[in-house]
């Protein structure tokens, strides 16, 4: 009788361990494939949710622009080229793929032997337009009193507009020249306040 029962015994538990792994050896290819199918799924998501690459956007970040001609000014380097090689000028030129009428640029010039005073008087002579005159503004981060001669130009059919600001130093001057046209998007128009907004003598 006792071996009768160590017999059963022995069957229970080989029973019960063959049941324990036929269980696991179940579950764990369910469990596997599941592992994977959650590791895969972030890469297909990441993949569809990939942007196609466009343009740069007007709403990059800015750099400040600390030049040897005295000045400083915070520009967005992915819409506006800055072209420095010049001695005595910077030249902030709008480089998109947007179709405009005509060019965009600030331009800021050296002017080491003129005073404001002069330099706005040759401004206005030099527009050939009659009325032109150069009116007492204020102008960049600082509100420095500044001359302004603004004038308009027909430039093969488009109304180009320039607006230049004559900046008294301590020798000589600074001249500011905002170019554009009439038609200028309203989101370009806020761009080339921004900058000049943040200009600044060093």
Sequence with gaps: MKRNRLFLVCIACLAVMLLAACGKSQETPMESSGNTQATAAPDQNDTAQEPE???????????LEESR?????????????????AQDKDTYTYNTAEELSGPVYIAVQSCPDKDAQTLADEIAAQSGQEGVAPQTTFFGADGLET????????????????AV????LEE???????????????????KLEEMTGTFKLL
């Design 53 to 63: 690459y466009e343009y740069p956007s007007e709403d990059a970040g800015p750099v």
């Design 172 to 190: 000589g001057s600074l001249l500011v020249e905002i170019s554009s046209s009439v038609d200028v998007p309203l989101q370009l128009q806020g």
């Design 165 to 168: 600001y004559a900046i008294s």
């Design 69 to 85: 001609l005295g000045y400083s000014m915070t520009y967005d380097p992915t819409v506006f080229t800055l072209d420095d090689t």
């Design 147 to 162: 001359l302004c001669v603004y004038y308009e130009e027909e430039v093969e059919g488009v109304t180009q507009t320039h």
